[in-house]
């Protein structure tokens, strides 16, 4: 199976500022074939279900703000909030689906600082 | 606009059964593949199961061993997840999510989830 560990667990950070959240893979999830990293990233607020966010690694969902970018490929990736806004507090996830089993990372909490 | 109904939850004593469904509307259900992915309380995301747009493939996580069985009716537009032999680890709010694909292309990820129903093994 792959591991999918994050980095921090949580997180503080002030209102407008920058939010980067980190996720690594025990093996590579970039498929030589197609050249794509097969890393999707959630966000999940309090009682409501996750919402996509990213996928393909940086490829932004319909309707998720522009203020949310992934970036990283083979192992490492990175999930970056430019300007942190009140409605970001969530727990977020990262996905591989590379392989069956899919599985995530044990999530990131950000708060405001 | 695309909706996912879970329902089928609740209190059951550990070795029973149950059997979680799924509504799904708002679009072609039989084009897409479905997922089930729970939650433990306060815990992170776990993948379950899978099923192919037209039933004819499933896959499970490791930790389901025979257990669960995923499937599907389209002419309900309803995807099934049936537990047996259920044990206190398997407590947890239970999503259906869409496949990010389509058809036969199948993605991995998940585009849409519902809000979940919350299954508790307790004696």
Redesign the interface.
Known sequence: DIVMTQSPDSLAVSLGERATINCKSSQSVLFSSDNKNYLAWYQQKPGQPPNLLIYWASARESGVPDRFSGSGSGTDFTLTISSLQAEDVAVYYCQQYYSIPLTFGQGTRLEIK | QVQLVESGGGVVQPGRSLRLSCAASGFTFSSYAM?WVRQAPGK????VA?TSYDGSNK????FVKGRFTSSRDSSKNTLYLEMNSLRAEDTAVY?C?RD?GYSSSW?????Y????TLVTVSS
Do not use: I, K, M, S
Request: glycine content about 18%; cysteine-free.
């Open positions: 997922h992170g995301l776990e993948w899978v896959y499970y996580a490791n999503y999510a990010g993605r991995y990820f998940f585009d989830w519902g809000q979940g």
